[in-house]
T-cell receptor, first 115, second 115 residues
Framework: GDSVTQMEGPVTLSEEAFLTINCTYT??????LFWYVQYPGEGLQLLLK?????DKGSNKGFEATYRKETTSFHLEKGSVQVSDSAVYFC??????????????FGTGTQLKVEL | AAGVIQSPRHLIKEKRETATLKCYPI?????VYWYQQGPGQDPQFLIS???????DKGSIPDRFSAQQFSDYHSELNMSSLELGDSALYFC??????????????FGPGTRLTVL
């Protein structure tokens, strides 16, 4: 079945540091890939997405590129802020295998940014 | 912009009681998904509906049932509650089960505590 593996947290960075959160996936079909962010006590917010190989999703300074050859969708940001502190989930949905649009999530990576 | 609405936001029940969670999707969205997120866990897919018909089923216990109504809102009914049912329950909506747009937008969640 489909699965998502992302780097374990927590990740602690200083403000303005470079961020990378690794995400790799296994899918039998041709999935769409997503990054969701969850702030403390809140729901999941879509951060960015990519639907085909070599697509780059971007939002609020965050970027991720759909790499089919390495089955990866790593999240990057050039300069993090304290307000970026949250849990980040990598996820996929795979309609091509007839399994519907359900999202399969990674285990989440907690990011803490300090002054 | 209108978002997914879930009610109630918090719910406290005793073991063996029943609970009903409600979800109102974004206007014009015809697909609803339910996810369960245990403490410190990633969200797990429970069930989804497209045009009032069940479209996919995940790890939903037999004690739970759900449906989507003519106005596209959905309800998750949970009976014989167990301590392990304590979790954050998310509803998400999207436009078009088999369409090009497969992005799911999440509600704020209902936090269920079973005592």
């Amino acid at each position: 079945g489909d699965s998502v593996t992302q780097m374990e947290g927590p990740v602690t960075l200083s403000e303005e540091a470079f961020l990378t959160i690794n995400c790799t996936y296994t899918a039998t079909g041709y999935p769409s890939l997503f990054w969701y962010v969850q702030y403390p006590g809140e729901g999941l917010q879509l951060l960015l997405k990519a639907t085909k190989a070599d697509d780059k999703g971007s939002n609020k300074g965050f970027e991720a590129t759909y790499r089919k050859e390495t089955t990866s969708f790593h999240l990057e940001k050039g300069s993090v802020q304290v307000s970026d502190s949250a849990v980040y989930f990598c996820a996929l949905s795979d309609r091509t295998t007839g399994g519907g649009n359900k999202l399969t999530f990674g285990t989440g990576t907690q990011l803490k940014v300090e002054l | 912009a209108a978002g997914v609405i879930q009610s109630p936001r918090h719910l406290i029940k005793e073991k063996r009681e029943t609970a009903t969670l409600k979800c109102y999707p974004i206007p014009r969205h015809d697909t609803v998904y339910w996810y369960q997120q245990g403490p410190g866990q990633d969200p797990q897919f429970l069930i989804s509906f497209y045009e009032k018909m069940q479209s996919d089923k995940g790890s939903i216990p037999d004690r739970f049932s759900a449906q989507q109504f003519s106005d596209y809102h959905s309800e998750l009914n949970m009976s014989s509650l167990e301590l392990g049912d304590s979790a954050l329950y998310f509803c998400a909506s999207s436009l078009g089960f088999a369409g090009v747009t497969d992005t799911q937008y999440f509600g704020p969640g209902t936090r269920l505590t079973v005592l």
